[in-house]
């Protein structure tokens, strides 16, 4: 499919884990971006990238969450040391433009359901 | 602190009736807003909006802008039961600025047959 992917889908995690989302953007689109997204709650910004280089990652909740995007293309959003506020779906959307360069449209993928218990 | 407020909140309807979603915004450096269909986990694209008072249609559903007053609208027509889902509303910014889009909370709109 030419849409963006996310796995796994649905991720349980125990508390204290160690976690490793996965977004595969849509093939040439330069920005990336990962949301968070509450139950009831519209999606959170975290961070973003343009290609490789993360240019924005003031929406990180702490410091236990990092991204990645080494070869500008997937992305992998990792927790560690989860925590029960953690639980949430996180999104993960590419776009075609630099930000900045005109307006544009974000592409969403299915999102990462995590529950951690 | 950038806001997004949509309300109502959640609204159930019969199939056939008119609905109309609102959005309200306060953000620095404004571009543009958008409007998205949430059924299952990603939001779907329906909208974008950039000049005030240009009403951009598709199908049944359309929506307006007004930049003086800083809200947006989102109305559908002849609602069916397939309309049923969460309506986000999200604000662009331009420049510098790299935080995504500013989400609402969304309207959970129910259509009953």
């Known amino acids: 499919g030419a849409g963006v992917s996310q796995s796994p889908r649905y991720k349980v995690a125990k508390r204290g884990q160690d976690v490793a989302l996965r977004c595969d953007p849509i093939s040439g689109h330069v920005s990336l971006f990962w949301y968070q997204q509450a139950l009831g709650q519209g999606p959170e910004f975290l961070t973003y990238f343009q290609n490789e280089a993360q240019l924005d990652k003031s929406g990180l909740p702490s410091d236990r969450f990092f991204a990645e995007r080494p070869e500008g293309s997937v992305s992998t959003l990792k927790i560690q040391r989860t925590q029960q506020e953690d639980s949430a779906v996180y999104l993960c959307?590419?776009?075609?433009?630099?930000?900045?360069?005109?307006?544009?449209?974000?592409?969403f993928g299915p999102g990462t359901r995590l529950t951690v218990t | 602190e950038d806001k997004v407020v949509q309300s109502p909140l959640s609204l159930v309807v019969h199939e056939g009736d008119t609905v109309t979603l609102n959005c309200s915004y306060e953000?620095?450096?404004?571009?543009?807003l958008l409007w998205y269909k949430q059924e299952k986990k990603a939001p779907t694209f329906l909208f974008m909006l950039?000049?005030?008072?240009i009403e951009k249609k598709s199908g049944r559903l359309s929506s307006i802008l007004d930049k003086k007053e800083l809200f947006s609208i989102l109305n559908i027509t002849a609602t069916q039961t397939g309309d049923s889902a969460v309506y986000l509303c999200?604000?662009?910014?331009?420049?510098?600025?790299?935080?995504?889009?500013?989400f609402g909370k969304g309207t959970h709109l129910i259509i009953q047959p």
């Open positions: 959307a590419s776009s075609r433009n630099n930000l900045g360069t005109g307006s544009y449209e974000q592409y």
């Open positions: 950039t000049s005030s008072g």
């Open positions: 999200a604000v662009e910014k331009t420049g510098g600025g790299a935080d995504g889009l500013t």
């Open positions: 953000v620095t450096n404004f571009r543009s």
